[in-house]
Each structure stands twice: as structure tokens, then as C-alpha cells.
């Protein structure tokens, strides 16, 4: 331990630092990026001396664990807490403030529920070669290129370095206005509504296509143009028409979204259930089919599973204390109890496997939310609790299994690039947990100031992913409307989705019914972004026919310089929010 206490000194520092200033440019953008890239991308440029050799690789790779933690809780709070704010405003209510002290309660336990699933299923996890970890080997390409002799590395300044360049400056080229953030290549009037087909010019999305395989940024981008299409067809409805009316439309071009949302919902949903039937089920073989070496770096000691199974414990507890002072010991108590319970251990399980399988940055969390939150209210409705009050209760559990999910995406890709590194998983714990601690401890804060500051929900702060909880929870939680239509075309996509899954494995392809499920659920301009990341990245490859390192530092170097240039801003917008800058 004594070895990593710099290292994890500081990724802490740098977590708060992280966790603070994204929760402002995530209200903002509605999306956080992975940021284990920027972060050993500080740690080499800070510590050169140390990051050599055998020893280096442990630094990079502590400082990573702890340093990318917090932005598990960033994400989890930014989601979902600003529903409340939203919900009330939308019904020309009193906005309450932001509750700090119950964030901060509900963000512990679902870091200590995360945390402890994660860690218990440490070896079944990352045992499965059916998730070949696109992130965690490009930070492990990272580290490599770090510790590495000068002679041996690969060539920066072509890759890694021009990235970095790149990715900053079309960031801050974009936020100046001087470049449009996509391009409309096609547009059509559909009644009410336009009907666009757009290329991004986004660093960071491109930068996440160019760690994904070609196979799987095909699946996204096919659920991408499923999406246009029914939004295409959509848009020929007559408004207030019979078949508008059981698809959940109105005129309003944000309501035909809501229903594709509703749609990719249902896809995920069926995806979700054929990914956790498929985990549970992986044969005993992949998980002993290891080297001895392999299986002393997954292996977790007896003592520190029971820490894990300690910190399960810890945060049902913080959770049921809450619950039940806050809505007594009643049915609808133990019925949400009983229900956050459940679907943050298959959530979490989720979560983990999607980062495992597309990326934490790709990892469509706003999705594993949706379906928790579906189910919180549907528990809600049972037990006869539809008021706008019971919102109040709702939206910090949200919060809690969003902050597990968000902390199973990270720690999941953390330890499997610990793996990558020859570096014993459980070595990482400590450095997780402390990283997450302090996010939960800085990110409630800052969210506090930017309300007070900036109202959540506004023009300033949208909280996108919030407004999209919030209209679900008003639609069917306060107003019992449950569009079935979108519903049922989503779960028969899924279905397709799993049997083409099933029957590509058959042949030895890797088809994530997942990815389509991705697709069809984010914004299409996400999915076309994703596949023209997959497709440079094929292209510089291709005479190579193999993966190159100079490819994943490539486009590692996107993802970080779009991220650290995201950070330079929230940063100068937190000082602003509180009056150091004029």
C-alpha cells in the first residue's frame, strides 16, 4: 500500500477536480466522457520520472483507478437528480432547492451497492471473452506507450499527440461557433416536424468509434437509421390523428424523440434481459480456462470479499435508513425498497457488462435508468402513490442506482485494464472506493451551486437526460399514460436483435444485440458519429490488417483532448457560477 499512496493521492485530487467541473458541461451537453485517458495522460505528463517500467505501469494505472472514479457519481447525480427541479417547474410549482445532504447519502449507497457487486464478480467479469474491452485496451496502449523506452514507443506525434491537438481544438472550435457540431446531409418538412439526417464533427464520439470494432459500430449505426426511419415515418402522421395518438405523439417535434425514446427503451429492455441470461449462464469452463498467472491477477482473497460483501451491506442499509425516514414504514417503503434492491444488482450487472462490451463512454446508462425507473414507477402505481410528492421519494433512488450503475461502467474498465497490465485486480479497490467517496462528497455540492445559480431544467443548465426522466415519470407515474404502441414495436426489435445475436455466435461472430439497442435508443447523430470513428480507424488499419497502436493512442488522443478541453470549460464556468470571474 505504502508503494501507491502517491498514485492514489493523486487520483483522488484529480477525481474532485474531474467529478466538480463536469457536472456543469454534463448538465450542459447531456453526456459525460470516459476520462481514464486524460487522466494517465496528466499522470505521465506529471510524473515522467516515475513512469518506467514494471513500477510505472502499477503508478499509471493506480492514478487511473482512483482518478476516474468520481465521474461515476458525476454522471449518477447529473442524470437523474434534476428531475425534481424539472417536474415541479413543468407543473408551475415551487422548484425546491437541491436536497445536498440526501444526495450525498443516496450517491454512498449506490457507490458502496456498485462497488461491492463489482468487486465480488471480479473474475466471471472479466473471464468472459465475449467482451473484449475497447476502452481498457486503449488505456492499456496508453500506459505501454508511457513506460516504455523512447526507441520502443510508437510514433506520438503522428497519433496520440496530433489527437490531443485535433480533438481540442474542433471542440473549442464548435463551443466559439466558427464550426457547426454537425453537417444536415439530408432535410425534409414532415408536417409539424423536420426530418434531418446529420454527420457530426464531434472528437469525442469519433474518438469512442475508433475503439469500437467495425462489427459493433455497424449495429449501432443500423440502430441509428432504424431510429430516422421511424421518426421519418413518424413525421407523415396528421397530427391529432387516431394512429398519432396511440403512437404518443402530438404536433411537437420533442414528443416524436420521447417515442423513439420509448422505442430504443423497450429494444434495451430486451437486450438487457438476453445479456443478463447470457452472463449468468457463462459456462463454468471460461472462467477456470485461465493461465495460473492469469487467474492470481483476477483472483480475490477471502478477507476482501467479505470488505465487498461489507460494503453491499453498508449501502442497502444507508439506503433502507433513508427511505424509511423519509416515508416511514409503510408498503410503499418496502415496496420501493425491495425494487431499488433488485434492479440495482441486475442494473449493476448490466452495467458493468456494457462497459465491458462497448465502453464506458459509449455505455448507454440514460437506458439501464430508463428501465429502472419504468419499474419504480410502475411499483409506485401499484401501491397507490401517483402524486407529484412522491417524486420526492422517487428521484433520489434513481439517483442512488444510477450512481451503482455509473460505478460498475468505471471499475468494471479499470480493473480489466489493471488485468491488461499484469497487475493484481484487487490492488485497485482501495483506490476505487476512495475515489468514488469523494465525488460523492464534491459532485451534490457543485450541483447545488449551479441550481442556485443557473435553475436545473433551464436554457442554461437543460439537464437533458433529467427531462427525459422527467417526462417519463410525469407521463406515467402522474398521468397514467402508458404508450403501449412504441412499447411493443421496441420489444419485437429487441427480439430480432437477440436472434440476430444468437445466430452470428453460431458462426463465431460477435453481433451485441445490445449495440442496435444503443442505436436506436441515443440521438441518430451519436450512432453516424460512432461509425465514422470505426470506419477512420478501419481505413488506417487496413493495410496493416491488424490493430495498430498507433490506431487506439489515435483515438484515445480525441477523447481526451475533447474531454480536457470540456474540463478547461467547466472549470471556468464554476468559477463564474460563484463570482470569481466578472
Request: include cysteine.
Amino acid at each position: 500500500m505504502k508503494r501507491d499512496f502517491v498514485p492514489i493521492l493523486f487520483g483522488v485530487l484529480i477525481t474532485a477536480v474531474l467529478s466538480g467541473t463536469f457536472v456543469i458541461a454534463g448538465l450542459k451537453a447531456g453526456i459525460t466522457p470516459g476520462v481514464s485517458p486524460l487522466v494517465i495522460l496528466c499522470a505521465w505528463g506529471l510524473f515522467a520520472g516515475r513512469t518506467r517500467g514494471k513500477e510505472g505501469t502499477r503508478f499509471l494505472n493506480m492514478t487511473q483507478v482512483a482518478g476516474s472514479a468520481g465521474m461515476a457519481v458525476t454522471a449518477g447525480v447529473i442524470f437523474t437528480a434534476p428531475v425534481i427541479q424539472i417536474v415541479y417547474r413543468d407543473r408551475g410549482l415551487e422548484v425546491p432547492p437541491v436536497d445536498v445532504f440526501s444526495l450525498i447519502i443516496l450517491s454512498l449507497a449506490g457507490a458502496f451497492i456498485g462497488f461491492g457487486f463489482v468487486g465480488l464478480a471480479t473474475k466471471k467479469f472479466l473471464s468472459d471473452p465475449s467482451l473484449p474491452a475497447p476502452e481498457a485496451r486503449a488505456c492499456k496502449t496508453m500506459i505501454e506507450s508511457a513506460v516504455a523506452e523512447s526507441g520502443a514507443r510508437p510514433k506520438m506525434g503522428r497519433s496520440l499527440f496530433a489527437a490531443l491537438i485535433a480533438g481540442a481544438g474542433a471542440t473549442l472550435f464548435t463551443k466559439m461557433g466558427a464550426l457547426a457540431g454537425a453537417f444536415t446531409v439530408f432535410s425534409k418538412k414532415q408536417g409539424a416536424n423536420d426530418f434531418n439526417f446529420r454527420l457530426p464533427l464531434d472528437a469525442l464520439l469519433i474518438g469512442i468509434g475508433g475503439l469500437l470494432t467495425l462489427p459493433t459500430a455497424l449495429l449501432v449505426f443500423a440502430g441509428a437509421m432504424i431510429r430516422l426511419s421511424g421518426e421519418f415515418i413518424m413525421g407523415t402522421f396528421e397530427p391529432g390523428s387516431d394512429l398519432q395518438t396511440k403512437m404518443f405523439l402530438s404536433t411537437n417535434g420533442d414528443e416524436m424523440e420521447i417515442t423513439m425514446r420509448w422505442i430504443g427503451g423497450a429494444t434495451m429492455l430486451a437486450a438487457v434481459c438476453y445479456s443478463l441470461v447470457k452472463f449468468l449462464g457463462v459456462k463454468k469452463v471460461q472462467e477456470t480456462a485461465v493461465s495460473p498467472e492469469e487467474d492470481r491477477i483476477l483472483e480475490v482473497d477471502h478477507g476482501v470479499q467479505n470488505f465487498l460483501r461489507m460494503s453491499i451491506v453498508l449501502g442497502v442499509s444507508i439506503l433502507v435508513g433513508w427511505l424509511v425516514n423519509n416515508a416511514g414504514i409503510t408498503s410503499f417503503a418496502v415496496g420501493m425498497a425491495i425494487s431499488i434492491l433488485v434492479m440495482s444488482m441486475l442494473m449493476t450487472t448490466l452495467g458493468a457488462i456494457l462497459s465491458l462490451q462497448i465502453g464506458s463512454s459509449a455505455s448507454p446508462v440514460s437506458g439501464t435508468v430508463f428501465v429502472t425507473t419504468l419499474v419504480l414507477c410502475v411499483v409506485a402505481l401499484a401501491l397507490d402513490h401517483d402524486r407529484v410528492e412522491d417524486v420526492l421519494i422517487l428521484t433520489p433512488l434513481m439517483v442512488g442506482a444510477c450512481v451503482a450503475i455509473c460505478t460498475a461502467n468505471d471499475s468494471s474498465q479499470d480493473y480489466k485494464t489493471m488485468q491488461l497490465g499484469g497487475i493484481r485486480v484487487q490492488d485497485g479497490f482501495i483506490a476505487q472506493i476512495l475515489g468514488l467517496l469523494v465525488g460523492c462528497l464534491v459532485v451534490p455540492a457543485v450541483l447545488y451551486v449551479a441550481h442556485e445559480s443557473f435553475t436545473l431544467g433551464s436554457e442554461a443548465l437543460p439537464a437533458p437526460q433529467g427531462s427525459m426522466f422527467s417526462t417519463l415519470i410525469t407521463g406515467l407515474l402522474l398521468e397514467n399514460n402508458l404508450p403501449w404502441w412504441p412499447i411493443g414495436a421496441g420489444l419485437i426489435l429487441g427480439a430480432l436483435a437477440v436472434a440476430l445475436e444468437v445466430g452470428a455466435s453460431k458462426k463465431g461472430w460477435m453481433l451485441p444485440s445490445m449495440a442496435l439497442a444503443v442505436g436506436i435508443y441515443l440521438p441518430a447523430v451519436l450512432g453516424t458519429g460512432i461509425l465514422i470513428g470505426a470506419l477512420f480507424r478501419f481505413a488506417g488499419e487496413f493495410r496493416h490488417k491488424r490493430q495498430t497502436n498507433e490506431s487506439i493512442l489515435t483515438a484515445a488522443g480525441l477523447i481526451t483532448g475533447a474531454a480536457g478541453l470540456e474540463l478547461v470549460i467547466g472549470i471556468l464556468l464554476l468559477l463564474s457560477f460563484n463570482g470569481v470571474i466578472e
